[in-house]
DNA sequence: TGGCAATACAAGTAATTACTCATATTATTA
DNA sequence: TAATAATATGAGTAATTACTTGTATTGCCA
């Protein structure tokens, strides 16, 4: 079963040299993954363009999902992160202010490496993915969502919170995601997160 | 140049009994993916299901692409001609009255066979996909789209009409895709098309 | 009924690719 | 400095799988 096999390192660098090889083989992992697609992407070319033997990369990483999966993990920590200090500034705000500033933030995170971004959310097939690791960070954008909307419940008008949570998370994600990568010109001016931020504020607030 | 290998059919079936073996070389094909998900189906194994021998399965179907790619074919066909006759019937009706119910078809959509929906829209390597057909179907829909709006252009609050096609379609698509799959407990009573109904409509109308 | 075209068959091939292992080199430590 | 641990190497292996090809069978038509 492939979803039993490990994804944790075979072994953790210790010297110095090691650590500048596990980072080389990650950065040649989302470099090839960026430059030909899923598909084209295999251990032998993430291994050359590393600089590195393919003997070296599997001594660090047990399998090719565990490339994947270590990228993926570096990518969401990012953006949980950002997020994370973006509702601690805003938590105090109404949503008028909050929401086109996170709008605002979402747009400009996919706008960072689209073409990675594009290929770790929709080129991945789903066995290589770490359903627990996931859905860890989900979970933890769900939870700021959540207090987010329980604080200025009063104020909003629909009830059933964790539908609403769904709704705008989904709505939010999708809408940043394919604009940046089918409408580009969209991004260009702050007119597109207004209409996003209209969108949102005109079916959250009463 | 995997881009520029056909995916037209090999040989059009002229027999009776080739027909039948097509049929169910596409059924086979959609039954295998929808039970192991793509990265686990192979062509010798549709033939097996197909009860069909793998010389057969390559008479009328040049490569494994073109199996998904007719497969795409008459999925998004069934959808664009089902969206086509709601938006007939409605284009006179006011967007309080057209959404809800276009929201409705679309969950009823991707309610009939999610699974299979999930892998062809999520699992699909994008080089398996035909890029010019898949387009088609879009553009198809978004033109209904775009009709419809035009129409009640003067009650609508967005004046930037081809955004707002974007963000309609994929709003509709990703919350309707993404809650059949990840929340099927929202699709049991109306609850949910209401809640995405309302959004829409408030965003839409003045 | 015989000949030809359409269809069916499946063993086999060739290419890809994830991953191993025996060996060599470099750093650390006692 | 010698011994040991950590790291690096890359040729080779084994498994998978898309696809070919030569042959057999079935249906159509004159």
């Known amino acids: ?17 090691s650590r500048i090889t596990v980072e ?12 030909k697609g899923y598909d ?11 600089g590195v033997s ?29 997020l994370e200090s973006k509702f601690n500034h805003l938590f105090n705000s109404p949503p008028e202010i909050a929401i086109p500033e996170l709008v605002k933030a979402v747009i400009a995170i996919h706008a960072i490496n689209p073409r990675l971004h594009q290929v770790l959310s929709e080129e991945i097939p789903r066995s290589e993915r770490s359903q ?9 954008i769900t939870e700021l969502l959540r207090a987010y909307l329980l604080r200025w419940r009063d ?4 009830q059933n919170i ?15 995601h394919s604009a940046v990568i089918e409408h580009p010109q969209f991004i260009r001016d ?14 959250l607030v009463r």
């Open 24 to 35: 080389a083989i990650l950065e040649a992992t989302a470099h090839i993954l960026t430059e």
């Open 54 to 82: 393919i003997g070296s990369l599997y001594q660090y990483f047990p399998n090719k999902k565990s490339l994947i999966v270590a990228l993926r993990e570096q990518h969401s920590q990012e953006i949980a992160e950002l």
């Open 155 to 158: 104020r909003l008008r629909p």
């Open 132 to 140: 627990q690791q996931m859905q860890k960070t989900d979970e933890q």
């Open 1 to 17: 079963m492939s979803s039993k096999r490990s994804v944790k390192p075979r072994k953790l660098p210790q010297q110095e040299r």
């Open 162 to 176: 964790e539908m609403t949570i769904f709704i705008i998370n989904c709505t939010v994600e999708s809408l940043c």
């Open 40 to 50: 084209k992407t295999n251990t032998n070319l993430i291994a050359q363009r590393a």
């Open 190 to 203: 702050s007119k597109f997160e207004q209409e996003v931020s209209n969108l949102l504020i005109s079916y």
